[in-house]
């Protein structure tokens, strides 16, 4: 059945995401399966083969081949879609590159899992921050209706003419790509309503007007695409934003803002955490809230481009900050701790950010690290310089 | 915004500056030999070839990358390669 008026269902972050896949009438949708994606594309499959949704299956043998058909497809004009994770996502790596210096506007689902060897299927943000330098847009959802609603605007902010950058929506493996919730989905015509006209997408490959992509230009030409990307990044946070407030005003759920905040005004301290632990610091800051702690949180919703203005204006006056990423750039440190300090040091706010690493490889992470972490810092434990490893309740 | 810069261009003789500077033999096409089929033509990977007037193909040495295809396609041997001095 399409939907036809809103409606509220109890979906997993994966069939949510099908879901708005489907409503935004993909045309092609190269997939290979991995754990946790698979359930997304194969209900996907399910919609086509019931009519539901008009669009072509290309079955690849790998994801680098999927990701190859997507270029293809996109470069065609086609509205694109794929998903992957974790292993997947890092032998699909070369063409993910190529998507977005070719400027295609793919929408891909990255479903967040650790990378082995050991073999593991759990969630950590390593395998979607192997992105961050790509071109990609990338999103982090922190529960299946920010999945389903982030994936509606994927394709709105993917297709402007002036951004053309493939975007990537990542949400947290099992806890979110497994787990149920009430999921409120639009009425179809809605959707279509939002979404730009898929005629509007600009071919690439037109057999009118035949183009080489990707040819062997000048090496000046390939500086230029790539500080013509930094530009589109730079600037597409203002339609980010615009697309997320126009969302609002349909839905009533907030997506003007790229950070998302929680009880940050009056706070001394900071965390800053993304995707599904993000759920779980907020529940530590309720709790030390109540026993008077001048807590918040800040969940990065946009991770690239960096929603470096509203970082800044959510940490207002804070005096500290502390950052649990769920990845670690090996010899560095916390990736979202890394990402932040340049923005404290570029402009010279006066806070001590702290650095602590947990729930790698899908250990659990749970309001009670939040709050030890956050009673050790209080009492001085920590060096500011070091990166702090939390597993399990217990520092390793 | 600025306009988004795409990395393709138009296909065409020399796009790239000349295709020749790293030539390390030449296909020197034997004439009497020759049926005029044009596969060389068909196969060179570069704008390397030409069909003259009375229908042979020439080489033009200023694309031509000395790959050697045009020496392996051609069903009668009539191309060699020859050794750049
Ligand atoms: S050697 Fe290669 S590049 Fe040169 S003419 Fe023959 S096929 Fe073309
Ligand atoms: S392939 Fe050989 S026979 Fe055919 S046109 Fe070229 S040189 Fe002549």
Known sequence: MSITSRVKKVLTGNHATAYAVMQARVDVIPAYPITPQTTIVEKLDEFIENGLLDASMIRVESEHSAMAAAIGASAAGARTYTATSSHGLLYMYENLWWAANARLPIVATFVTRAIGPPWNIWSDHQDIFTLRDSGWILFMAKNAQEAYDLTLQAFKIAENPNIRLPVGIGYDGFYISHTSEPVEMLAQDEVDAFLPDKRSIKPLLDPSNPYTIGNLPEASFNFLIRKNMWGSMESSIDYIKKVGYEYYLLTGRNYGDLVDKYRCEDADTIFVSIGAMANEGMVAVDRLRSKGHKVGHMALRLLRPYPEDEVIDSIGNAERIIVMSRAVSMGKGGILFTDLIDVVYRNRLNVDVYDIVVGLAGVEVVDNDFIKVYNDVLDGIFDKRETIFLMGGKYV | ?85
């Open chain 2, 1 to 85: 915004m600025s306009k988004v810069l795409y990395p393709v261009s138009k296909p065409g003789a020399g796009a790239v500056g000349k295709t020749s500077t790293w030539r390390w033999q030449r296909p020197v096409i034997n004439l009497d030999k020759c049926t005029k089929c044009g596969l060389c033509w068909l196969y060179c990977p570069e704008p390397a070839f030409e069909i003259n007037e009375e229908g042979y193909p020439v080489v033009k040495y200023d694309w031509c990358k000395g790959c050697g295809i045009c020496y392996n396609e051609c069903p009668v041997n009539a191309i060699e390669m020859v050794n750049e001095e």
